[in-house]
C-alpha cells in the first residue's frame, strides 16, 4: 500500500513504503524477482559433450560444478569422490541439490521447474548437465576450475586498465 499526499494536507508520514506508484527505492529496490536460466532444464543435447560425461560420469560434471559454486574452497575431485560415495547410499540426489540451491542463490535463478530437491531426485542427469550449462553461459570455462577462471579475469581484467603513470623526475 503507498500512501499518497492529500492536497492541502502537507507530506505524508515517513512509512518506509516508497512513495511513488510503481518506482522502488532503497530496501525494497535489493529485493528483485528471480531471473530465470540460460537454458532449460530438458536442453542437455545443446552441449552433447558435456551431456555424453554427465551420462557416464555424473560425479564429474557435479565435482566441475560444486568447485565453481563453493568458490574454489572444495577441489572437483573432493567434491567428486564425495558424490561418488553418496551415490553408493543413494543420498546423491540430496547432496547435489543444495549446490543446485547454492548456485541458484549466487545468481538470483528461479526455482523451476519445481523445488532443487524434487528436480535433482527425477532429473539428476538433466539438473547436473542445466547447472553446468548455466555456469558456461556465465562466463566460466567449466574444464579449468575456479582458480584458472578467476587467473583468466584478472588477466583480462589488468589488460583493460591503462598504464599507470608514474611522477616525473623529482629532486
Known amino acids: 500500500m503507498y500512501l499518497k499526499e492529500e492536497e492541502g494536507a502537507g507530506p505524508a508520514a515517513a512509512t518506509g513504503f516508497p512513495m511513488s506508484g510503481g518506482a522502488t527505492s532503497g530496501a525494497l529496490a535489493a529485493v528483485q524477482a528471480p531471473a530465470p536460466w540460460s537454458t532449460g532444464l530438458f536442453d542437455c543435447f545443446d552441449d552433447p559433450g558435456n551431456c555424453c560425461v554427465t551420462l557416464l560420469f555424473p560425479c564429474i560434471t557435479f ?4 568447485e565453481i559454486v ?8 573432493a567434491s567428486a569422490a564425495l558424490y561418488t560415495l553418496l551415490t553408493w547410499t543413494g543420498f546423491h540426489c540430496i ?4 549446490y543446485r540451491s547454492k548456485l541458484r542463490a549466487q ?11 524434487c528436480v535433482h531426485y527425477c532429473c ?9 550449462r548455466e555456469l558456461g553461459n556465465r562466463g566460466f570455462d567449466m574444464t579449468i576450475g575456479w582458480h584458472a577462471n578467476t ?7 589488468a589488460a583493460t586498465m591503462p598504464p599507470q603513470m608514474h611522477a616525473g623526475m623529482a629532486r
Do not use: H, I, K, N
Open 124 to 132: 539428476e542427469l538433466c539438473a547436473l548437465c542445466q547447472e553446468y
Open 70 to 77: 563453493d568458490r574454489g574452497s572444495t577441489s572437483c575431485g
Open 107 to 117: 545468481y538470483g535463478l528461479e526455482e523451476s521447474p519445481c523445488a532443487d530437491c
Open 63 to 66: 565435482g566441475q560444478v560444486a
Open 151 to 157: 587467473e583468466r579475469q584478472q588477466g583480462r581484467a
Open 95 to 98: 547432496y547435489s541439490c543444495f
